[in-house]
């Protein structure tokens, strides 16, 4: 599968989390309401060796915190992280990445400005907006909470 375009268009911060994904992953109907029991994505996933849209449903489901500062807030594991990056671009520093099969497991978090996914084999564009959050699996994206989208 050719790996799938991906560039960062000019904005003031933006704050990526990299981190091994150790959770479990079904295919679902997308979207997440208010009352969501857990985190739903539009997936972008390779089959037949060209990329895809999926949606997907990340488990295990949502819990009620207990612990001191959260208590009654919704939580949801999203996996391990094994490492973390803060990568900060600016106007004066817009970034095309190209072709880009992410390097591992990952979440994404554009704290503000955005950027771009182009799908190599449509051209289709899907659009990163400020405070989307992503994780990037293998030469894989996954989008929260897209209006429109997911």
Known sequence: MPPTMFAIQAFSLCLAFLAYF????ASTSCGLPENATSIEVTALVGKNGVS???CWKIHPDFAI???PGTVGARVQSIGNISGATVVFFDEKNVTFAGLHP???????VFISGGGYVQLPANGEVLPIKTGDITLWALAHI?????????
């Open 22 to 25: 150790g959770g479990t992953l």
């Open 52 to 54: 895809a849209l999926e």
């Open 65 to 67: 915190s207990p612990q």
């Open 102 to 108: 992410a390097p591992a497991p990952q979440w994404v």
């Open 142 to 150: 996954y989008r929260v909470n897209v209006e429109n989208i997911s």
